[in-house]
């Protein structure tokens, strides 16, 4: 009930009522219920810049817990970037090493990304730095181990080289000596049996009766089984590849023929005494690149220091040679 409103009228002298128009009535409540909008509309503006809804709430919460994720994210990264540098320490200062091939330099191990930026897209946010950050660990991450890999391709293959040439090569004795006095005469000068007189033995000399077995000293091809080289009698040669060759002479008989491959530890033959002999024995001759190198330093494979010792101390007497 709104009051009753006078006002005081200084002609008739006395008080007369306030009549309110109609109009008037509408224009008030028009202008009150705007400004209330506006007012409340302006309260919920305000409010919503420092009071938080729900739904922000949780969206707010989310984004710590992203930011925290990206953190231990970075984190898992360095230790990932930990294992990954000593594996790659170890490729540079073991296995390259061992296996001749040439360390792989940090900065092709390292190496970023140049020119474009790769990150472009998630510039412009508030959390860009540390998600450019992770993006662009993760890509070097992920470079260093295709690089990583690769070089373990490369010693993979190098380390299957390796293991043909550590079977090929000669590296046993080709005959079995229980006790070392069977190693007769070794490389280097010696009396030749036949003119007593001092010449140089190219090979070594293993008394054994006719008939023992010899064994190739390397994984190979027999290149040669026959008696046409003067002096040597029945012989046989093993190509090894790497430049190596080996020959075996004054057979009894082959085990073996021209072109056969044969393995280390085969049997390819018998101890005899043709050719240029003077008892049953084998001659056993190292070449490296066509010129004869002294076997005693081929024998590694199946002697114990201590025989091999003995062995070297046999071999360097300079006694007569069986030839
Ligand atoms: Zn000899």
């Known amino acids: 009930m709104s009051k009753v409103k006078y006002y005081y009228d200084s002609d008739t002298l006395s008080y007369k009522k306030i009549e309110r128009r109609k109009r008037n009535t509408f224009k008030y409540a028009s202008i009150f219920i705007l400004g209330s909008a506006l007012f409340g509309f302006l309260f919920v503006f305000l409010a919503s810049q420092f009071i938080q809804s729900p739904k922000e709430r949780a969206l707010a919460r989310e984004l710590q817990h992203m930011e925290l994720q990206y953190q231990l994210l970075n984190k898992k990264m360095d230790e990932a970037q930990a294992v990954l540098a000593n594996v790659e320490q170890r490729d540079n200062s073991i296995y390259r ?19 474009i930026n790769r990150y472009k897209a998630l510039e ?18 992920q470079k260093q181990i295709v690089v990583q890999s690769k070089s373990l391709d ?14 090929s090569i000669p590296a046993i004795q080709p005959i079995n000596i229980e006790d070392m006095t069977r190693m007769a005469s070794g490389y280097g000068y010696r009396t030749d049996p036949f003119t007593k007189v001092r010449k140089f033995h190219y090979g070594m000399d293993f008394t054994a ?15 040669r089984a026959d008696n046409s080289s003067t002096g040597y009698g029945n012989h046989i040669r093993i190509d090894h590849g790497y430049g190596y060759v080996t020959l075996y002479a004054h057979l009894y008989k082959y085990n073996v023929r021209a072109n ?9 033959g018998f101890v005899g005494s043709t050719g240029r002999s003077e008892a049953p024995h084998l001659h ?40």
């Not at 792989?104 to 390292?110: L, N, S, T, V, Y």
């Not at 056969?260 to 390819?268: A, E, F, M, S, W």
Request: a negative charge.
């Open 284 to 323: 056993y001759e190292v070449f490296k690149d066509d010129e004869r190198i002294n076997p005693i330093n081929f024998y590694y494979g199946n002697l114990s220091a201590e025989e091999y010792s003995k062995l070297l101390e046999h071999a360097s007497l300079e006694n007569q040679s069986l030839d």
């Open 97 to 115: 090493l061992y296996f001749a091939a040439n360390p792989i330099p940090e900065e092709q191990r390292k190496a970023g990304f140049g020119g």
């Open 209 to 223: 009766p006719q008939g023992t077995p010899i064994y190739a000293s390397g994984d190979g091809v027999v290149t």
């Open 154 to 167: 490369e010693i993979a293959v190098l380390a299957e080289d390796k293991e043909k040439f550590l079977s």
């Open 260 to 268: 056969q491959k044969v393995k280390r530890g085969d049997l390819i």
């Open 124 to 141: 412009g946010f508030d959390n860009s730095k540390i998600i450019i950050e992770a993006n662009r660990r993760m890509d070097i991450l």
